[in-house]
Nanobody
């Protein structure tokens, strides 16, 4: 059974930093894309950042220059390094993984609150 375990969310002041982690276990096939999505209250889930198996990355315009998405293929783990956080970054963040067989898996979500 594939499991995505997220960690690292919490409360942080504006301008602060957090690092989210997502560890994938139980997957038999190789992983292609690894992404982070977020969903703020009353809004649709949106893609924040993604990274392919070859290391190509893409970011939402709202987080470019502030967030990065490192990936450790040896540990099947993806991170989201969030710097210069703003109140509008407040959301539940979800890890998403797509296998080489095009199956999609989601984490349970981790809450990030940016507030003074």
């Amino acid at each position: 059974q594939v499991q995505l375990v997220e960690s690292g969310g919490g409360l942080v002041q504006p301008g602060g930093s957090l690092r989210l982690s997502c560890a994938v276990s139980g997957i038999i096939f190789s992983i292609n894309a690894m992404d982070w999505y977020r969903q703020a209250p009353g809004k649709q889930r949106e893609l924040v950042a993604g990274i392919t198996s070859r290391g190509s990355t893409n970011y939402a315009d709202s987080v470019k220059g502030r967030f990065t998405i490192p990936r450790d293929n040896t540990k099947n783990t993806v991170y989201l390094q969030m710097n210069s956080l703003k109140p509008e970054d407040t959301a539940v963040y979800y890890c998403h993984v797509r296998s080489s067989t095009y199956n999609d898996y989601w984490g349970q979500g981790t809450r990030v609150t940016v507030s003074s």
